[in-house]
C-alpha cells in the first residue's frame, strides 16, 4: 500500500516493482503530475486530477469525471507507438503511465532529425483511425523529443473520442470529425514550419494555412480558450503555477 504525503503517494507498487517519489513534473489548476522512480531507473508518472484552487474541493466529483474519461481515452490508443504506455488506475482521480524520457519541443534546443514530424503525423494518424481528435497539439509542452530523438505525445485531458453512430447522426458526427481532425494537422505543419522552414514541401505549406471551419473553431473555441487560461495562470500550464494574486517569478514569460 502506498504512504500518502500530501496530496499524492510518496512511493507507489507497479507490476510488483517499488516506485519511490522524484518530483513534481507540472501542476496547474486542474492536475498534477508526479514523477516516481524505481531502483532500475524506470520512471512513471502519476497523473492525479485535481482542481487546485479555492473551493476546488466542491469539485471532486467532476475531477473524477475527467480523470476517467481521459483514462478511457488513453485505453483506446495504448499501444500506439510515441504514445507512452497506460500503467493501472490510482484511486478515483489518477493514473499511471510510463515517462517518456526526453525534453518537451518547447524547451528542445538541438537539431531536430528530418523525419520527426512525418513520425508525428503517423501518431496523430493513428488517434484519427481510432477516432480520437487530440485537439492540443497547439502545445509545444505536450510533444516529447524522446532521448532516441523520435516524437512522442502526452496529455489527453481535452482530447475527444468521437463514437461511432448510425444513419444521419453518423453522417454528421464523421463530417464534423473529419473538419475537426484537420486542425490536428494544421498544428503539425504550423510547429514543422517553425522548427524545419528549409523542409516543407508545397502541399505540407498549405497544410499549414488554416480551413476557414478550422478558422471559424479557433475564433469560437480555440483563442477564448487560451485567452481565459493565461488569465488564470499566466505562467503556462507547462510549469509549476503561480495563482493570479500572487507575485510572478517572470511575469514575460510565456508558453505558445
Known sequence: MPTMDKKYPSQVEINGNVFRYEKILKEDFFSVNVLYKNGGGLRYVLKLSDFRFIFGLLLR???????????????KIDG???IPPLGPRFGMRGYFHLFAEGTTLHEFKGVLPETFFDSLRAIIEQLHQRRIFYLDLNKLGNIIVGEDMRPYL???????????????????????????????????YKHKKRFQPQLMTTEELSLARRTGFNSWYNRIWGAPYRKIKRLIYPSGSNEIIWYKWKKMKNKDKRMP
Do not use: T
Not at 466529483?61 to 485505453?75: C, D, H, M, N, T
Not at 482530447?159 to 444521419?168: A, D, M, Q
Open 61 to 75: 466529483p467532476l475531477a473524477v469525471f475527467f480523470s476517467r474519461r481521459e483514462y478511457g481515452i488513453y485505453k
Open 80 to 82: 500506439i507507438e510515441g
Open 154 to 188: 502526452i496529455d489527453f485531458q481535452v482530447s475527444i473520442y468521437f463514437r461511432p453512430l448510425p444513419g444521419i447522426l453518423g453522417r454528421i458526427s464523421n463530417k464534423i470529425f473529419d473538419s475537426l481532425i484537420r486542425e490536428d494537422v494544421y498544428h503539425i
